[in-house]
């Protein structure tokens, strides 16, 4: 892997990781926020593959591990997972197909929303399923598909950029 390509994975996840918990706090709507790390951990599973997604959603919940004061591994599991699935995804990826990802990264922040209800949740006793589903699961899987239109295709053209600078380059 080239050097260009691991530094625009550090810089994204570290500004995906900014935006998510210092701008987007005050970009709530109806208080929920996109998560923005999904975005990312799908996007560059999508883009470039399991192995990718494997590492950059590792990253991301490891960063949410350590910044949110829980249990440690927790989220580095849930978005490596997240990583690898959508990397399966990578063989139907076209750079003009817009439809396919946008509905990944909105079906995705769904699946999260579940997992995080049932194991975070649903384990302790809080059993309110269809009043979170209506209040967060739904409204955050919008918010997070609209959010994603912008991000994906701005993390889609920086990776066009390196792939040719990739191809040009001998070393």
Request: charged letters at 15%; a positive charge.
């Amino acid at each position: 892997m080239k050097i260009k390509r691991i530094l625009f994975y550090v810089i994204s996840v570290l500004v995906c990781f900014l935006l998510q918990t210092s701008v987007f706090e005050f970009l709530k709507l109806a208080d929920v926020m996109p998560n923005i790390l999904l975005i990312l951990t799908v996007t560059i599973a999508f883009i470039r593959g399991k192995k990718a997604g494997i590492v950059v959603g590792f990253v991301c919940g490891l960063m949410i591990d350590i910044f949110s004061g829980s249990v440690l591994g927790q989220y580095a599991f849930v978005y490596l997972m997240f990583g690898y699935v959508n990397g399966w995804f990578h063989a139907y990826f076209y750079e003009d197909d817009i439809l396919l990802p946008i509905g990944l990264l909105t079906a995705n922040s769904l699946v999260y929303s579940f997992v995080i209800f049932f194991f975070f949740f649903a384990l302790r006793g809080r059993l309110q399923f269809f009043s979170y589903l209506f209040k967060v699961m739904i409204p955050e899987a919008v918010y997070t598909g609209i959010t994603a239109l912008i991000i994906y295709k701005i993390l889609l053209e920086v990776d066009i950029r390196i792939r040719d600078g990739e191809k040009r380059s001998m070393f």
